[in-house]
């Protein structure tokens, strides 16, 4: 039987086959150069800059964080969460922080939330409530509000969702409140 090496011709004589040639690197040629405008090229640009041109465009309308800025806003807010004009999901947390020695409550879309609901409250049901002090003793100045199954709001609607907050000095209490009012949008 022959080997890997030798075949059998037609008339009976072994024939040996030669062995192929190894390949050689320096044969390979590198590809023809391209020209610095190709239209491949341009469109990858252009791309890149309709990106670059559309995350300057989303964060200019975040909205503005100056509470100056929001028509009826007194001294009393610190902060926005999110700013007026912002954009949040669905159940994500909203309202203000006011400053210290300010209480103040929170309507979203014509709803009045409960205190017992606003973020930071103590459920009246836990030992260490107690209904001299409130549901919010250690954060009246914390105003703000998360939707949840049980909760006034479960969600916000998608697109304008209003938000008005009345607060006032603790001192003077909720007689002397004033309000404010702004739109974020829900995606």
């Known amino acids: 039987m022959p080997?890997?090496?030798?075949?059998r011709a037609g008339d009976g004589t072994l024939a040996t086959r030669e062995p192929e040639a190894?390949?050689?690197p320096s044969t390979i040629r590198d590809p023809?150069?391209?020209?610095?405008f190709s239209l491949r090229r341009l469109g990858i640009v252009?791309?890149?800059?309709?990106?670059?041109?559309?995350?300057?465009?989303?964060?200019r309308s975040g909205g503005d964080t100056d509470p100056a800025a929001v028509s009826g806003t007194g001294a009393a807010i610190e902060s926005y969460q999110p700013?007026?004009?912002?954009?949040?999901?669905r159940q994500s947390e909203v309202g203000v922080v006011l400053k210290a020695g300010y209480d103040g409550?929170?309507?979203?879309?014509?709803?009045?939330?409960?205190?017992?609901?606003?973020?930071?409250?103590?459920?009246?049901?836990n030992p260490e409530y107690?209904?001299?002090a409130g549901p919010r003793p250690n954060n009246k100045s914390v105003v703000k509000f998360q939707p949840g199954p049980g909760r006034a709001v479960?969600?916000?609607?998608?697109?304008?969702?209003?938000?008005?907050?009345?607060?006032?000095?603790?001192?003077?209490?909720?007689?002397?409140a004033q309000a404010t009012t702004y739109v974020v949008r829900v995606f």
């Open 32 to 36: 023809p150069p391209q020209p610095l």
């Open 130 to 132: 107690d209904p001299e």
């Open 46 to 59: 252009a791309v890149l800059a309709l990106a670059v041109g559309c995350l300057y465009i989303a964060g």
């Open 83 to 89: 700013s007026p004009g912002g954009r949040v999901l």
């Open 154 to 176: 479960t969600e916000y609607a998608t697109g304008s969702v209003e938000i008005t907050v009345r607060y006032w000095r603790i001192a003077d209490g909720p007689g002397s």
């Open 105 to 125: 409550r929170i309507t979203i879309d014509g709803v009045a939330i409960p205190e017992e609901e606003m973020v930071g409250a103590i459920d009246p049901s």
């Open 3 to 7: 080997d890997d090496e030798t075949e």
């Open 22 to 24: 190894t390949f050689d």
